[in-house]
C-alpha cells in the first residue's frame, strides 16, 4: 500500500467510523446540552506537558478547535481546486 493509498484509507475509515457515532444519536437530541457541559465550559484546562498555544478554558479550547478544522477545510478546499475544480457552495448572486 503506498502512503497516498494509507492516507485515503484512514481517510475513508475516519469518516465511516463518524459517521456511525453521528448515527447512534437520535435527531430530536442533536440540539440538548447536558447541564454538567455547560458548567464545565468556563473551567481552566487539565494541566498537561505541552500548554495549549490558545486556550486557557475548555470553551476557548472547543471555539480554538472548531476554527482550526476549519482552516483546514480551507486548505482541502484550495488543494481540490488545483487538481480538479472549484466546488460549488450553491451560493448566487441576488438577482
Not at 484512514?10 to 442533536?30: G, H, M, S
Not at 447541564?35 to 473551567?43: F, I, Q
Not at 484546562?45 to 476554527?67: M, Q, R, S, V, Y
Not at 486548505?75 to 488545483?82: L, Y
Amino acid at each position: 500500500m503506498t502512503e497516498i493509498e494509507l492516507l485515503i484509507n484512514q481517510t475513508k475509515n475516519a469518516y465511516e467510523w463518524t459517521n456511525r457515532l453521528f448515527d447512534a444519536v437520535p435527531v430530536d437530541k442533536w440540539e440538548t446540552v447536558p447541564e454538567v457541559v455547560v458548567a464545565e465550559l468556563n473551567n481552566p484546562l487539565e494541566p498537561t506537558p505541552t500548554p495549549h498555544p490558545i486556550a486557557t478554558t475548555k470553551f476557548e479550547a472547543i471555539d480554538w478547535n472548531i476554527k482550526h478544522t476549519m482552516y483546514h477545510c480551507g486548505q482541502i478546499g484550495m488543494i481540490s481546486r488545483v487538481v480538479e475544480k472549484r466546488y460549488d457552495f450553491g451560493l448566487r448572486l441576488a438577482q
